[in-house]
Structures are given as C-alpha cells and as structure tokens.
C-alpha cells in the first residue's frame, strides 16, 4: 500500500477500495518502525490523526463530495502552524508551542481532505542548509545515516523517501526544499513566487521565500500543488491560479522542447565530481528535446545579491526574537542577525537592483529555450556532523552558504524549479536535477518534469532510487547526537558586506 503513489491512494480511496484509516495506519506503522533511525517527523498526534482519517472514511461511505487530498496523510513541515499540534519552528522558546488555529495553508490542505499526521523537522527558523535543531536534534539522511539530509526542509524530504507519507510541504528561499529532494532522491517543487499564498512571512513583499509541495513523483506533487494554490488578500504577492492545470498536467512531449544545460549556471561553486556526473546525465538526456544546447545564464553578482537580501529577511523576521531569546537561539540564527547589522542601506539599494537585473537578464536567456536543466545540488550529500560545506575541490568558500549557490541563483530569478531524482551519483547517493521553467509557468514546469521524470523511470540506472530499509534497521542511529555542534558558531560572518555600518 505505501508504494503507490499518492493519486493511486487516492483514487482507491474515491472507488471504496482503500480506507483511509488503513492508510493511515500503515503509514503511522512505517513511522513507528523507520523514524527511530531518522527523526524525520517530531511532532505527532495519531489518536487525532485516526480520527480524522476515520472521518474522511465515513465521508466516502456517505458518497459525500471529496477533497483532491481526501484521505491522504500528510506531513507539515514544522515552520508553519498546526491548530492543536506543537509547532516549535526548530526553536527552544517555541518548543511547546500549541497553536490555537492552522496557518490558512494547512487549513487549504485540511480542506482539500488532506490528514495532517505530523510535523517534519527543520533547523530554528530555517535557517541553515541542514535539518538540526536544539529541540528535536539531528534528522539524517535514509540512503545513509552518518550524513546529512540537507535542509530545511530535510524532515519532510526523508519522510517521503521511506514511505512514511505519500505528501509533505516544504519551504524554499535559498534551495530549502530543492537540496533535501535532490539529497534523499525525492521531488521538491519551488513554485512561483504568489503561486502559493503566504501569510506569514514578515516581508509580504519579498519574492524570495516561498511554500511548496514535496512527494516521490511530481504528478504528486502536482497534485499536493492543487490544494496549495490560492490567493489571499494579506499576501500582497499572490494570484489566482487554477487548481485543475495542477490537478491535469497536460502532457508534454519532450521532443518539443529546446533545452538549455548548465554544470554552473556560469560560475558559481559546484564540486568537479558532480559537474561531470552532470554532464554525462545531460548527455544521455540531450536526445529526448527537439533541441538542446549547452548554454549559461548571466547572474552577476549573484552571491553578494543574494546574502544582502536574505540579511534584510532575517533583520525584519526574527531580531526581536534574538534580542529576547539569544541564550536559547542556535548560532546560525543569532549569526544570520549580526549580519545583518552591518550592510548599510546602499548594500540593500545596490543588491534589490542587481536583483532586478539578473531577473531582466534571465529572460533574455529564455528567449530560445524553453527549460534550463542544471545540478540541484553542487556537493555530494557529506557528514550530518558537517552542518555546512565550507570548501568545494579545496578552495575556500566564502560564506557557510555559500554551497547553496547552485539553488539561491535560482530564486533570484523568480522562476519556478521543479527537482526530480536522476538515480544515483557519483558517491552513490541520489542525484538531482533542477529543472527551470518559464517565470510564473508552475504548471508548464510541473508537466516538463514529469515528462522527463516519465524517460527515466524506465532506466534502471537513472531512475528515483529507494532506500533500503532493511538495512537501515540494522545501523545505529545517529538522530540527536549533532546536537553538540550547535554549541558553538559554524556560520562564517559574510564575505559580501561592501559597507559595514558601526555596531
């Protein structure tokens, strides 16, 4: 039953021939089986969960009209509010945090008959590439315990890849949900910014962190989209999006697609091992488009553009939250804070206009292409006690972000990406693709992937690889031992700070 896909569940379901309580049940038993070694999922209510699916049951036996997510059990990613369940956003102050009404997403996602079943788990407020917190401790990675998962959005992306859940949400801003997919070999979609309505985030404004399905194939995660889209008047960035073009991704023929690839995107850090795992991947896909080319986006000054504006977000978002709590606060959050005080309101000028350049500048690369394919991921997935990389190819990086670049150019763009698993790479962990479409095209993005998702399945070689989990019950759990690392700094100050204020 959990390896179906998630609209397989859900049709049988819709027929009378599966119960949601069964699916519920078989997914709460895989949790309480595999999770022990993973910590992937740290908040949960099942006696609520059960009631909940028993519910949705007696809806389908009533012939009741149904939810496109009814009966499904999904996984909430531990930044966003679930009425009744803890929501600690990977933070001691919030560790016992209750509240007292769903983030109008989950309540979409309730809405669409979706069985919120648990919080996945992410480092304090998101912030860092890695899934530790000093609340819940490590979440690691199902190919191999002894490393890392990535993040922030590692607890959902490893909840997907050993079955606990056929769904889970995710959040992105700099490669949050596209690094754990390409990592444990699932898919993650970052959509459009406004695809998703959004009312939490401090900067309504901002393009730069966005919500956005996780699943094991993307027709699923189209389908976790369809209940997500929706527009809210307190989000000054969203827009109507119909639910059907997700619901019904029209079918592509990639034979009708003019590709672009990149190892780089131009230049930023990528490992030579997984540059040239990329190209041969790129190689053997490059007959399936009616035209393909290796070409590189212009992003200049992407690094420095990227750290100003990610500043901005954390000066406006949490340095309250830092001024009351810092003994509490994990180092990357308090560093990310301190950071922020030193640009000056040039840095933050100069960068929102570079930003609006690399956007001008990525629809002239556009203009003959219909997709950009390049790595989701610049490094092989590394130690869990790592909680960044902080060289590529021996040379120094300059921030502890700095690995991510690959992603975050990415969302300076504003344009969707969608990542499917590409088999294994060249250490013998799942491989990623990111896979660009055309700004504001999700469900254009969304179709392409799946059509290429469609070639390679039927490649033993380069298919979505499985963990396995047999072997994972026989090793030892490396959950919470990385707790420690968080008792020092890990995070390099900024190395783009071009004018640091006085403290």
């Excluded at 590709?259 to 230049?267: I, P, R, W």
């Excluded at 206009?353 to 590394?382: K, M």
């Amino acid at each position: 039953m959990l390896e179906l896909s998630a609209r397989e569940t859900r049709a049988l379901i819709g027929r009378k021939q599966l119960s949601p309580v069964e699916v519920h049940d078989a997914c709460q038993a895989r949790i309480e089986a595999v999770d022990p070694h993973l910590n992937a999922l740290v908040a949960r209510d099942f006696e609520r969960s059960r009631r909940d699916a028993r519910r949705a049951e007696d809806a389908v036996m009533r012939g009741e009209p149904l939810g496109v997510l009814h009966g499904l059990p999904v996984a909430i990613k531990d930044l966003t509010e679930t009425e009744g369940l803890v929501t600690s956003f990977g933070s001691l102050a919030h560790a016992d945090n209750v509240p007292w009404r769903d983030d109008p997403l989950v309540a979409r996602i309730r809405a669409a008959g979706g069985v919120v079943i648990a919080k996945s788990n992410t480092p304090e407020f998101g912030a860092g590439a890695n899934t530790v917190n000093k609340v819940y401790g490590a979440t690691v990675n199902p190919f191999d315990p002894t490393l890392s998962c990535a993040g922030s959005s590692g607890g959902s992306a490893v909840a997907l890849a050993t079955g606990m859940v056929p769904l889970a949400t995710g959040s992105d801003l700099g490669g949050s949900l596209r690094t754990p997919a390409s990592f444990c070999g699932v898919v993650g979609h970052r959509p459009s910014p406004g695809a998703v309505a959004s009312e939490g985030r401090a900067h309504g404004w901002s393009p730069h962190l966005v919500e956005g399905p996780m699943a094991r194939c993307v027709d699923d995660a189209a389908l976790l989209m369809a209940a997500m889209v929706g527009e809210s008047s307190r989000d000054p960035l969203s827009r109507p999006l119909d639910p059907r073009d997700f619901l019904h991704l029209h079918k592509v023929d990639p034979g009708t697609l003019r590709v672009a690839f990149s190892a780089d995107l131009g230049g930023v850090p990528v490992a030579r091992e997984v540059a040239e795992h990329f190209v041969a991947v790129a190689e053997g896909l490059a007959p399936l488009f009616s035209h393909s080319m290796w070409k590189d986006p212009e992003l200049p000054e992407v690094d420095a553009t990227f750290e100003t504006l990610r500043a901005v977000g954390f000066a406006g978002g949490i340095t309250d939250y830092v001024e009351r709590h810092r003994a509490l606060a994990t180092p990357n959050v308090v560093a990310n804070t301190e950071l922020a005080r030193r640009f000056a309101i040039t840095d933050i000028a100069r960068a929102q206009a570079g930003q609006t350049e690399i956007l001008r500048r990525f629809q002239d690369f556009f203009a003959d292409i219909d997709l950009l394919i390049c790595p989701a991921a610049s490094v092989v997935p590394f130690p869990v006690d790592e909680l960044y990389v902080p060289e590529i190819d021996g040379v120094a990086l300059d921030t502890y972000i700095s690995w991510c670049a690959i992603a975050y150019a990415i969302t300076l763009t504003s344009h969707p990406a969608t990542v499917i698993p590409c088999g294994l790479g060249p250490s013998g962990l799942p491989f990623g693709l990111q896979i660009v479409g055309r700004l504001r095209d999700d469900a254009g993005t969304l179709a392409a992937a799946a059509a290429i998702e469609a070639a390679l399945a039927d490649d033993p070689v380069l298919a979505r690889p499985a963990p396995d989990l047999t072997r994972l019950a026989r090793m030892p759990s490396r959950a919470g031992a990385v707790i420690a690392a968080l008792a020092g700094p890990f995070e390099r100050p900024g190395a783009h700070a071009r004018h640091a204020v006085a403290p």
